[in-house]
Every structure is written in structure tokens, then in C-alpha cells.
T-cell receptor
Framework: DAKTTQPTSMDCAEGRAANLPCNHS???????VYWYRQIHSQGPQYIIH???NNETNEMASLIITEDRKSSTLILPHATLRDTAVYYC????????????FGTGTSLTVIP | DVKVTQSSRYLVKRTGEKVFLECVQD?????MFWYRQDPGLGLRLIYF???????EKGDIPEGYSVSREKKERFSLILESASTNQTSMYLC?????????????FGPGTRLTVL
């Protein structure tokens, strides 16, 4: 699986959009980009995933660059409950079902 | 909603004890996973199972074993607990195995080995 690089930490004002970047420059054509988040003392929670088109659901939007070497998770109106560690994961179809979690980005939403 | 439950949220054991961590999922998922999470190291895969009685080692299987006798239940066993196994343990389940599947996690068990 391709390695991902994320900033260690970020802050965002409550009510503003939180834009979390992820670099995955070695991604291959059949690998998907997944985002999970982990609120303190809880298990990780799935947010969204995509292959090459931008995706949106009730939680977030995922923007993948045309060359697929990076992506951005967007929380459109961050709330205090969005304070969490966010993990960007790249996973292919033939990788034995493993998700490789790195250390993620610690997002703090500030009142 | 998918539900993954773990037998305990917090557990304290002594060095040398045999420890069982239980995980149950209610969505008929084929795949189940055990991770441990430590500060600065992220989540690391210990073992996973893709079917009843089937198991595969993850990245850090040493000191652990697993059991999957029923599809909904996946147990992690510490044969002789040691202090370096103090950690947060997370169980996850997932259907199928195609590129678009997602993992669903339980709430975690924080194990302290004294």
C-alpha cells in the first residue's frame, strides 16, 4: 500500500471549514483513499473514501487531485465534536484486506 | 447500523496471567481484525481472520494468539501477559474484501498489565 503523509496537528475555528491534507504520491491506479477519524478513547470511525472522483456524504467531502497524488478531507462547518485524530489511508483491492493506519492529524476545533 | 462490541472497556491484569479479549460483531462480516494502539505508533495490526477458524498474522503477532470458532466472535489471547502489552486494543470487522469495503471498529479495551 502507498504511504501517506499528513500534518501532525491542525487547529480550526468552530463553524469554519476544516481542510485536512494528505499526500500519497506513490499511490497506484487501483488504490482507494480512505479517511477515518478517532475521537479520544473511542474506536476509529469511517468517514469517506474515493478512487479518483470527488466524493461527498453527510459527514464530509473528499477532494482528490487529478494526478491522485494528494487529497483533502473537508469538514464544511467544524464543530467542537469534530476534534479528533484523522487518518488518511490508501488501500488497494488486493492487499489482503489490511488497512494501514499511520499517526494521522490531530484536529482541534477551537470555540 | 453495524455494531462491534468488546467485552471490556478497561482491564487490569498481572504479569504472567492469561488474558482473553472478546469481540463480537452483528453484521455477518467475514473479516475480523485485532489492532493495538500505542502513543506515537498509531494502530498496528496483530491478527486478522477472513473466515471461521482461519487466521493470518498481522504486523506484530508475537505474544498473541487468536480464536475464531464462530463467525460473529473473534478472540485475542495473551498467553502470558507482560507489561509491554499494556495498550489499547481495538477490534474491527469488515465484509467481503473488495477495494471499497470499510472497517467498523469497536470501542476498544484499555489493558493494563502490572
Amino acid at each position: 500500500d502507498a504511504k501517506t503523509t499528513q500534518p501532525t496537528s491542525m487547529d480550526c475555528a468552530e463553524g469554519r471549514a476544516a481542510n485536512l491534507p494528505c499526500n500519497h504520491s506513490t499511490i497506484s491506479g487501483n488504490e482507494y483513499v480512505y479517511w477515518y477519524r478517532q475521537i479520544h478513547s473511542q474506536g476509529p470511525q469511517y468517514i469517506i473514501h474515493g478512487l479518483k472522483n470527488n466524493e461527498t456524504n453527510e459527514m464530509a467531502s473528499l477532494i482528490i487531485t487529478e494526478d491522485r497524488k494528494s487529497s483533502t478531507l473537508i469538514l464544511p462547518h467544524a464543530t467542537l465534536r469534530d476534534t479528533a485524530v484523522y487518518y488518511c489511508i490508501v488501500r488497494g483491492k488486493n492487499t489482503g484486506n489490511q488497512f494501514y493506519f499511520g499517526t494521522g492529524t490531530s484536529l482541534t476545533v477551537i470555540p | 447500523d453495524v455494531k462491534v462490541t468488546q467485552s471490556s472497556r478497561y482491564l487490569v491484569k498481572r504479569t504472567g496471567e492469561k488474558v482473553f479479549l472478546e469481540c463480537v460483531q452483528d453484521m455477518d462480516h467475514e473479516n475480523m481484525f485485532w489492532y493495538r494502539q500505542d502513543p506515537g505508533l498509531g494502530l498496528r495490526l496483530i491478527y486478522f481472520s477472513y473466515d471461521v477458524k482461519m487466521k493470518e498474522k498481522g504486523d506484530i503477532p508475537e505474544g498473541y494468539s487468536v480464536s475464531r470458532e464462530k463467525k460473529e466472535r473473534f478472540s485475542l489471547i495473551l498467553e502470558s501477559a507482560s507489561t509491554n502489552q499494556t495498550s489499547m486494543y481495538l477490534c474491527a470487522s469488515m465484509t467481503g474484501g473488495s477495494g471499497t469495503d470499510t472497517q467498523y471498529f469497536g470501542p476498544g479495551t484499555r489493558l493494563t498489565v502490572l
